[in-house]
């Protein structure tokens, strides 16, 4: 291989790394909603896969039956983050040119 080659090689991976790097960034700022329960339970989640936020409708709150409002709130945050994650990847495979490439989602 030669010289050329091998720095051609090397500013598309440094090319690559920084487009990655902008997608991560950016991705704190998008986000995706979940609910469950017909819409008693909402999540927000960031590109990050992190809980932004959570709101659960005060009707939905009830003492005598705990283990519901649990399983709603459980239902609606995975939701969040398995849209959370399919963002991420669209976002990486417009990047990749649709490569799947290990360790990137």
Do not use: H, Y
């Not at 609910?35 to 999540?43: C, D, K, L, R």
């Not at 409708?57 to 849209?83: G, Y």
């Amino acid at each position: 291989m030669s010289k050329k080659m091998l720095g051609d090689i090397m500013r598309q991976a440094q090319m690559f790394q920084e487009q990655m790097a902008k997608i991560q960034e950016e991705a704190g700022s998008r986000t995706v909603e979940a609910a469950s329960g017909g819409g008693m339970v909402n999540v927000v989640a960031n590109g990050r896969g992190e809980v932004i936020l959570l709101k659960i409708e005060p009707e939905v709150v009830n003492p005598q039956d705990i283990e519901m409002l649990q399983d709603l709130i459980v239902a609606a945050v995975n939701e969040a983050l398995k849209k959370s994650q399919e963002m991420m990847k669209e976002e990486m495979g417009r990047l990749t040119g649709g490569l799947k490439i290990p360790g990137l989602f």
